[in-house]
């Protein structure tokens, strides 16, 4: 709010104490163009006495352009809405020829007895901050999302290991049905082991800058990870490096996982590239009973899914925050195929 406080704090006093438009015209100019605000001068009537020099480079416009002619002719929505800014409250507003959303407040100047001369206009840009508002907000809800599923499906799984510890307890259990509720607790705690780093891995996505990367190197140490070592994976990556987030290779070790637990008899993945107007496009196929039509968007929802969707939706969270995009095409019957799209800036080879 520096910007807004020191535009109109100095127009006010200078024009209203000491008479500065009249006095040192040549001196107020050059400050009010040096601010980095937008500011704009009308008379009583609503028409432009005064555009500065940083808000017309920003439109691309001309003082010549604007001069005289109603506040509309630089922003229909401000001229609409300039009663509302008077009241006192800042207002977002977007101006033509710029991207840029602008917060606008007004100061009325005054003669010496009081009268109103001209009003003064100051837009600073908000954009930035709007951005990062949003992404804050996008981050919260998706955090309270995860948060939801992750209790939810935790819960679950404890309740199946309370249940068979019970039932262990009791001691009148034949051996082979022991051994069955064993297996069902072990499970569950992988289940839950899952769900805690799942949260851990979405909590870390974004914190380290991103880094050049060597494809197959992703690929080799997310197969190391994955629970997909006994499938055979042939990569044709050729040099390929990738410009993305640290966890990029949970994004591999995702899709075995996927192929290894749903892939039904699947036991080949081949993974590698194709060139298409400067990008690229990265695809992993796999020979197994591949996606139903319906679900090749779902997959990617959390909690959708036998086990509540977090693999494949945090593959795509780290793509996109590597700006990245991904998507299934498989056929039908002809096993999974995903295609990660990387941008041209996001990917060399050497």
Request: glycine share 10%; hydrophobic share 40%; proline share 4%.
């Amino acid at each position: 709010m520096v910007g807004f406080t020191a535009a109109a704090v100095l127009l006010f006093i200078g024009s209203f104490k000491f008479e500065l438009f009249d006095v040192v015209p040549l001196a107020l100019e050059a400050i009010i163009n040096a601010v980095d605000d937008g500011i704009v001068v009308i008379d009583p009537g609503g028409r432009i006495l005064f555009v500065n020099d940083r808000l017309l480079g920003r439109l691309g416009r001309s003082e010549e352009d604007l001069y005289a002619r109603p506040l509309s002719a630089l922003s229909p929505e401000l001229a609409e809405r300039l009663e509302e800014v008077r009241q006192g409250e800042p207002m977002d507003v977007s101006v033509p020829g710029s991207v840029s959303t602008y917060q606008v407040k007004t100061t009325p100047i005054l003669d010496s007895e009081g009268s109103l001369t001209s009003e003064l206009l100051t837009l600073r840009d908000v954009t930035e901050e709007r951005e990062y508002s949003e992404r804050l907000r996008m981050a919260n809800v998706k955090l309270s999302l995860l948060a939801s599923v992750t209790r939810h499906d935790i819960l679950n799984q404890l309740t199946v290991v309370s249940g068979y510890g019970e039932l262990l307890a009791r001691g009148r259990t034949q051996a082979s049905t022991c051994q069955e509720y064993g297996r069902r607790i072990a499970s569950a705690g992988i289940s839950i082991e899952r769900q805690l780093r799942f949260a851990r891995d979405y909590q870390d996505l974004g914190r380290e800058p991103p880094r050049w990367q060597t494809a197959w190197e992703v690929v080799s140490k997310g197969k190391e990870l994955g629970l997909g070592s006994e499938l055979r994976v042939n990569t044709d990556l050729d040099g390929i490096e990738l410009l993305a987030d640290p966890l990029l290779y949970r994004v591999f070790s995702i899709l075995l996982d996927n192929t290894a637990r749903h892939g039904v008899h699947a036991t080949e993945v081949n993974i590698g590239y194709e060139k298409r107007d400067g990008r690229i496009s990265i695809v992993y196929q796999d020979n197994g009973a591949g996606v139903a039509l319906e679900d090749k968007e779902r997959i990617f929802d959390l909690g959708h899914g036998k086990g509540g969707g977090l693999g494949l939706h945090l593959a795509r969270e780290i793509l996109e925050v590597s700006g990245m995009h991904i998507h299934e095409n498989g056929g039908p019957g002809g096993g999974a195929r995903f295609e990660i799209t990387v941008p041209p800036d996001r990917w060399r080879q050497r």
